[in-house]
């Protein structure tokens, strides 16, 4: 894995060479400056109610830092506690005001600069992330990135707080980018992580960048 290396993350590989590039992107941490899960949540209920929330859920989220709960059950009890009954419409409503809104204050700079590089040379780039796709679709959507990321159950145009599928996080991205892209099509892979939860989608890389924008 290149951290710091002769290969830097705004000088792409010259792509005059058959075939593309794709590059695959994390989220949370790596193109932002903050968590955007929690960052949503404060958007959408409040400082005060997000924060008394999260400490009735103390025991959870310890339980989660100490790697005895894993990561979709915790992230089941949160989006459980704060969104289970929430119209779907309403929600998906507040998802493309917190794109339009908030985003762009925790995006860093030099991660934009990294993707309009590869975009500037055709790569194709995903955005891979364990975050809900519903606040993110707007978002990549108007800066011309392909999406994966986890997908929330609604039923009866109601949210439940469960997730459909597995959380797209670890060994799962990987599983996810597989079943999207054939890897062989391209030329050069570029990865771009910044926790454990990138680690196996780090390993497709020719080319693995690791808090690249830090």
């Not at 310890?62 to 790697?67: E, F, S, T």
Request: with cysteine; hydrophobic share 35%; proline share 4%.
């Amino acid at each position: 894995m290149n951290q710091n290396g002769a290969h830097s993350p705004l000088s792409i590989e010259n792509n005059n060479h058959t075939g593309p590039d794709i590059a695959f992107f994390d989220f949370d941490g790596t193109i932002t400056n903050r968590d955007s899960f929690i960052d949503f949540i404060k958007f959408y209920r409040g400082k005060v109610a997000t924060y008394t929330g999260l400490f009735r859920m103390l025991p959870i989220l310890i339980a989660y830092k100490a790697r005895i709960v894993p990561n979709w059950k915790a992230k089941e009890k949160v989006l459980t506690y704060f969104f289970a009954g929430e119209p779907i419409e309403k929600f998906q409503q507040n998802c493309d005001r917190y794109a339009e809104e908030r985003l762009p204050h925790i995006i860093r700079v030099s991660a934009l600069q990294a993707i309009k590089k590869h975009q500037a040379v055709g790569t194709d780039i995903y955005l891979v992330s364990a975050s809900p796709e519903n606040w993110l679709s707007n978002w990549c959507r108007r800066k011309g990135i392909k999406l994966i990321a986890s997908k929330l159950q609604v039923q009866d145009g109601k949210l439940t707080g469960k997730l459909v599928g597995k959380n797209c996080y670890g060994p799962e991205k990987v599983a996810r980018i597989r079943e999207e892209v054939t890897l062989t099509d391209y030329y050069h892979v570029y990865c771009y992580g910044d926790s454990r939860g990138d680690r196996e989608m780090l390993s497709l890389a020719d080319y693995a960048y690791y808090r690249p924008f830090r």
